[in-house]
């Protein structure tokens, strides 16, 4: 016999399969409206995508490509980085935000971070300005807004381009002078991943880039189609990146939720930074006041963090680590001289933090069996 009340057993790191459940009837038809046309390059799908998150940036254009890698590459290289240009970013994100540097031929700088927030610290980002700066790449980690306005302030009087990654962080906004600005708002170009576990998730990779520069736009339009403005006329290399139409009919049909979705994170994440204020071994996600956070991810910094994973493991409670490894730390940037100790706040978030479900779909038992857990484990 099973039994009266459903017993909780496991609770995933992430569950897009509740996702696709709730909203099947609405995507499906939009994807299948594709495959009826069989017009799988481009085409009105991609370009209203384009306009409705330029729109939600509150920026001039929208311009689609294949990943979020891809996003914040195609603009380092409209930069046309000479040997030994600069491009200051912080250790403590994913990989590609300073692959992208490297690949696009200039030279990664890496500051440090804020303790609370993660993100960028743009005493560091100032401090570290040489004659070869010619970006600063801000990161709004797990979904909240990096300090955009000291960001600009150390930017724009010297001609430094920022370039926001905004991968995790579509729909996140911070008040700037009593207004609120979107992220993809302040930037010079803005990159965006529709990786699928992102907040607003493709079935594949997909990214885009926002500006409110028409020059800009146009420069990234041709570099995601080899170059060209007009098919077989090649102005300059690019490459094959656009955003695959499959994909922008999907996004499309999602969009309308993204609010409430990032809405649903947010009390999420009230629940358990109330519930976890308890626990002295652990510090709930600083949320900088001005800032609406969309949490991308719920992260929090621990004591024995080893140790509370095997737990969380042994619960069937899905967590990760993101980042254990800061990237001035990593192989392949040893030729840039940083060593352990160089940047001590992101090296130690890097052994610190442990991120938790927080997806929508989550129910409060959900989230009472994460808490539990963790209390359980050092109460
Ligand atoms: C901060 C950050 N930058 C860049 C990327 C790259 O995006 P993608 O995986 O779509 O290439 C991601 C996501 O994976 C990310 O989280």
């Known amino acids: 016999?099973?039994?009266?009340?459903?017993?909780?057993?496991?609770?995933?790191?992430?569950?897009?399969?509740?996702?696709?459940?709730?909203?099947?009837?609405?995507?499906?038809?939009?994807?299948?409206?594709?495959?009826?046309?069989?017009?799988?390059?481009?085409?009105?799908?991609?370009?209203?995508?384009?306009?409705?998150?330029?729109?939600?940036?509150?920026?001039?254009?929208?311009?689609g490509c294949a990943s979020g890698t891809d996003a914040g590459l195609l603009p380092l290289k409209a930069l046309n980085l000479k040997p030994g240009d600069e491009v200051i970013t912080t250790p403590f994100t994913f990989f590609a935000?300073?692959?992208?540097?490297h690949n696009?031929?200039?030279?990664?700088?890496?500051?440090?971070?804020?303790?609370?927030?993660?993100?960028?610290?743009?005493?560091?980002?100032?401090?570290?300005?040489?004659?070869?700066?010619?970006?600063?790449?801000?990161?709004?980690?797990?979904?909240?807004?990096?300090?955009?306005?000291?960001?600009?302030?150390?930017?724009?009087?010297?001609g430094i381009k920022v370039i926001e990654d905004a991968c995790q962080a579509i729909g996140a906004r911070r008040k700037v002078g009593g207004r609120w600005r979107a992220a993809g708002e302040l930037g010079w170009v803005t990159a965006y991943s529709f990786f699928p576990s992102k907040n607003l998730g493709?079935?594949?990779?997909?990214?885009?880039?926002?500006?409110s520069d028409d020059a800009a736009a146009e420069r990234l339009r041709r570099l995601r189609l080899h170059g060209g403005a007009r098919q077989y006329h090649h102005d300059e290399v690019g490459t094959n990146s656009r955003l695959d139409t499959l994909?922008?009919?999907?996004?499309?049909?999602?969009?309308?939720?993204?609010?409430?979705?990032?809405?649903?994170r947010r009390e999420h994440a009230a629940?358990?930074?109330?519930?976890?204020?308890?626990?002295?071994?652990?510090?709930?996600?600083?949320?900088?006041?001005p800032n609406e956070h969309i949490f991308h991810q719920y992260t929090v910094r621990v004591e024995r963090r080893d140790a509370l994973q095997a737990h969380l493991k042994q619960e069937g409670i899905g967590h990760a680590v993101y980042y254990p490894i800061p990237l001035h730390r990593q192989p392949c940037f040893a030729h840039l001289g940083y060593r352990d100790g160089s940047l001590p706040r992101s090296e130690r978030a890097a052994g610190e933090v442990?991120?938790?479900?927080?997806?929508?779909?989550?129910?409060?038992?959900q989230l009472d069996r994460v808490i539990d857990a963790i209390r359980g484990f050092y109460l």
């Open 104 to 158: 696009a031929g200039g030279t990664p700088v890496f500051v440090d971070i804020e303790e609370g927030t993660f993100n960028i610290d743009p005493a560091a980002v100032e401090r570290a300005i040489t004659s070869r700066t010619r970006a600063i790449v801000p990161v709004h980690l797990f979904g909240q807004m990096a300090d955009m306005e000291r960001l600009l302030a150390v930017a724009e009087p010297r």
């Open 1 to 63: 016999m099973p039994p009266a009340t459903t017993q909780i057993t496991t609770v995933p790191l992430l569950d897009l399969v509740a996702q696709y459940a709730a909203i099947k009837d609405e995507v499906l038809p939009a994807v299948l409206r594709v495959i009826e046309s069989q017009q799988f390059i481009m085409g009105p799908a991609v370009s209203q995508l384009e306009a409705e998150i330029a729109r939600l940036s509150r920026a001039a254009h929208g311009v």
């Open 97 to 101: 935000t300073a692959g992208t540097i």
């Open 247 to 264: 994909q922008a009919a999907l996004l499309l049909a999602k969009l309308p939720h993204l609010s409430a979705w990032s809405a649903a």
């Open 271 to 289: 629940y358990y930074s109330k519930a976890l204020a308890g626990v002295p071994q652990l510090r709930t996600p600083v949320v900088d006041a």
């Open 202 to 211: 493709a079935w594949g990779d997909a990214g885009m880039m926002v500006t």
């Open 354 to 365: 442990i991120s938790l479900p927080i997806y929508p779909e989550l129910t409060r038992a």
